[in-house]
């Protein structure tokens, strides 16, 4: 018997297959995975707004719907975002958002400080960003202006978008062509106020805060404001203590939280294609701390908010790597079957934590960080990101199933990291989404769920996968990397079955 263990060991070790038991307590589903944690972000950097979803009305031949790529509009309403954060980052605290409204030949033009000093037109202003949530569906997310705006300037802007009449900014916003307010909910009150949103101690932020959210009013019960405070970077745990301490809970909704997965702030972060599997297995460390970050900014949370009404957003997530030459201070860079581990496994750690984490927006949505659309001219691609965040869409505002699971780990050198991450969600139908990321590098899975006495009949899935970890669509070969059927899944006596292969993404749906 001893001896057919170590016969099947060294089998699996040799064929580079490991093995992976997870179990799901569907009997304990309760929390709701707020489809939030899907959302978006697009700032005035590089190639994002202009270029990638803005190409102005007049003398494009790319076709376009009120100055927005029509490609656009479609891939993201496909995608289901639902909510966009706009228009930074850092770039939010130094908006004048009254020079992006009115006639666009009148606007005035300011210099984007932190990104390369390019003029910015401001041809992209309110009306345009809000149009476009409109048009694809999503909930816009307002980054205020807390770093050199004033607190008059955001309350403004506040009862520019949501007040329906009577107010000099509602009479403005009509005179401007909208007569109906938007219904603006979601309003961050400045960005990483640590950094490039004012260099701000915690303390003096917290108290920032309360002035600023003061004067930022609910006008109406369709625009009951969803305040945002600016979160900490990565493993700041005393900034959220702080705020936690000194902000008076009614009036902060949430707190944001950023994480990058990026190799060193100082030093070369490493190129986005091309790249060793030493550098891989260090991305995957960063992407994994996440699981840590979330996990202990909860626990402080939840000294101070043990019912958990405050959510914890995290408003920027992704990959950093070195730019691709695209420009000054543009961050473009190419996205591979390594963006896509990032998004499989970063979003199973949040649906994981659903019960604190309500939000958050992939950084960035085109032509910078770890974009899920990358453009050049009239030509479109989508990303091996987009496709994960289309495949685990399914699980927007579905119920979290918890999941235990004991996976082998995969290691490089002496360091160890775990191999499969997985979450699971019932949705309406009572069907089960289950979605397995393996980010071993060389080694599948072989994975059994089981289902704990549920009696599914049906099962069906598809997979993201590819020959190399450094893949990645281009513009002469836009599906190198693309969404395929899996049927590898197979359901017996209550248990599912599958072999995961090497670095991929595999979303199962369970049926009765
Ligand atoms: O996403 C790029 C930048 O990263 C954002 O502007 C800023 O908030 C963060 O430091």
Redesign the pocket.
């Known amino acids: 018997m001893k001896k057919y263990l170590i016969f099947l060991f060294s089998l699996s070790v040799f064929s580079g297959i490991s093995q992976t038991k997870i179990t799901l307590n569907t009997d304990l589903a309760k929390t709701k995975i707020n489809k939030h944690i899907y959302g978006h972000?697009a700032?005035h950097?590089g190639r994002c707004i202009y270029e990638g979803i803005y190409v102005g009305e007049g003398n494009t031949k790319i076709p376009n719907t009120a100055g927005v790529r029509n490609d656009i509009i479609t891939a993201l309403k496909d995608l289901k975002v639902p909510n966009l954060r706009w228009p930074?980052?850092?770039?939010a605290d130094a908006y004048q958002w009254k020079d992006g409204i009115g006639p666009k030949a009148n606007r005035p033009k300011m210099v984007n400080v932190?990104w390369g000093g390019v003029t910015e037109d401001n041809s992209f202003g309110t009306h345009d960003f809000l149009d476009l949530c409109e048009r694809i569906g999503a909930e816009p997310y307002l980054a205020g202006n807390v770093g050199s705006g004033t607190v008059q300037d955001l309350s403004d802007w506040v009862s520019y978008v949501n007040q329906p009449t009577g107010s000099p900014m509602s009479d403005l916003r009509i005179k401007n062509g909208r007569k109906e307010p938007w219904n603006v909910k979601i309003w961050g009150v400045g960005?990483?106020a640590w950094?490039?949103g004012g260099n701000m101690t915690a303390d003096y932020y917290a108290n920032i805060y309360r002035q600023y959210a003061t004067f930022m009013k609910d006008i109406t019960p369709e625009s009951k404001l969803y305040k945002v405070a600016s979160g900490a970077s990565s493993d700041d745990f005393a900034w959220t203590e702080t705020l936690m301490k000194n902000i008076p809970h009614n009036m902060m909704s949430a707190l944001a939280l950023?994480h990058?997965s990026v190799l060193s702030w100082v030093e070369t972060k490493g190129p986005s294609v091309g790249f060793s599997e030493a550098t891989y297995f260090k991305t995957m460390q960063e992407a994994w701390k996440m699981e840590e970050f979330v996990t202990k900014h909860s626990t402080i949370m939840d000294k101070y908010d043990p019912e958990k009404k405050i959510d914890l957003i995290v408003d920027?997530w992704g990959g950093w790597y070195d730019t691709d030459a695209d420009g000054k201070g543009a961050?473009y860079q190419q996205n591979t079957m390594r963006d896509a581990m990032i998004a499989g496994l970063t979003l199973n750690i949040f649906n994981n934590h659903a019960d604190r984490v309500r939000g958050a927006n992939l950084?960035?949505i085109v032509n910078?960080?770890q974009a899920v659309i990358l453009t050049k001219e009239e030509k479109m691609i989508l990303t091996p990101t987009y496709h994960v965040m289309k495949m685990y869409n399914v699980h927007q505002d579905a119920t979290l199933v918890p999941i235990h699971i004991e996976s082998p780990s995969y290691q490089f050198g002496d360091k160890k990291l775990t191999a499969v991450s997985a979450s699971a969600s019932k949705d309406a139908s009572g069907a089960l989404n289950i979605s397995l990321t393996n980010i071993d590098y060389s080694k599948s899975q072989e994975i059994s769920i089981n289902l704990r006495g549920e009696d599914f009949t049906k099962v069906s899935g598809q997979i993201l996968a590819s020959g190399k970890i450094s893949d990645h669509n281009t513009f002469e070969q836009p599906n190198k990397v693309a969404i395929k059927d899996f049927s590898g899944a197979k359901l017996d006596k209550g248990v599912l079955k599958l072999t995961l292969p090497a670095y991929s993404v595999v979303v199962l749906n369970v049926k009765k």
Not at 88 to 91: A, K, N, P, T, Y
């Open positions: 972000f700032e950097l930074g980052g850092c770039f932190w960005n990483e950094g490039c950023h990058y920027e961050l950084a960035q910078v960080l």
